[in-house]
T-cell receptor, first 111, second 113 residues
Framework: GQSLEQPSEVTAVEGAIVQINCTYQTSGFYGLSWYQQHDGGAPTFLSYNALDGLEETGRFSSFLSRSDSYGYLLLQELQMKDSASYFCAVTPEAGNTPLVFGKGTRLSVIA | NAGVTQTPKFQVLKTGQSMTLQCAQDMNHNSMYWYRQDPGMGLRLIYYSASEGTTDKGEVPNGYNVSRLNKREFSLRLESAAPSQTSVYFC????????????FGPGTRLLVL
């Protein structure tokens, strides 16, 4: 089976740093993705990790530890516009199966 | 370049009515997907199409049918709508089935009374 666990809600202060964790148990693993979704909008792709370590894209970074079946999304210098839901997603294996999404973490950025 | 488009944006149905949700992409992607999103449940895959001419069931296919009309278009049909199908439906596409980057349409908000 496939299961991804992430916190349902996180609150953080504007200008601060927040980390959203994702642990997964899947029958296969090829990579971990992160998506952002604002209220009323569609999910949009943020980042992808296939190898262990940190990937940085501007204020956002994503980390993967394959041995721990764990990853996180790190958001720095939080802005109000970062208030959204964030989904982790696993690629179970290359070429044959679609992504499996977690249930999402709702991030609220407060002043 | 419109990306992924969906019609309609909103729909209200009565129990037992049928309807088809339309989805089209102009990115020449091979794979297309239909998801439903309910509060607290994340994105659940209904059906997907790895390539033109193929379709497969996802996590929650009951009550739905799909057609991959051509490479651009992938439709979702509710034959006899039920209140449990009240949801937001997203269509998405990607270059390949395991491609980590999926592009989502704006969604269809469906209410079944």
């Amino acid at each position: 089976g496939q299961s991804l666990e992430q916190p349902s809600e996180v609150t953080a202060v504007e200008g601060a740093i927040v980390q959203i964790n994702c642990t997964y148990q899947t029958s296969g693993f090829y990579g971990l993705s992160w998506y952002q979704q604002h209220d009323g909008g569609a999910p949009t792709f943020l980042s992808y990790n296939a190898l262990d370590g940190l990937e940085e894209t501007g204020r956002f970074s994503s980390f993967l530890s394959r041995s721990d079946s764990y990853g996180y999304l790190l958001l720095q210098e939080l802005q109000m516009k970062d208030s959204a839901s964030y989904f982790c997603a696993v690629t179970p294996e290359a070429g044959n199966t679609p992504l499996v999404f977690g249930k999402g973490t709702r991030l609220s950025v407060i002043a | 370049n419109a990306g992924v488009t969906q019609t309609p944006k909103f729909q209200v149905l009565k129990t037992g009515q049928s309807m088809t949700l339309q989805c089209a992409q102009d990115m020449n992607h091979n794979s297309m997907y239909w998801y439903r999103q309910d509060p607290g449940m994340g994105l659940r895959l209904i059906y997907y199409s790895a390539s033109e001419g193929t379709t497969d069931k996802g996590e929650v296919p009951n009550g739905y049918n799909v057609s991959r009309l051509n490479k651009r278009e992938f439709s979702l049909r509710l034959e006899s709508a039920a209140p449990s199908q009240t949801s937001v439906y997203f269509c998405a596409s990607s270059d390949g089935l395991s491609e980590e980057t999926q592009y989502f349409g704006p969604g269809t908000r469906l209410l079944v009374l």
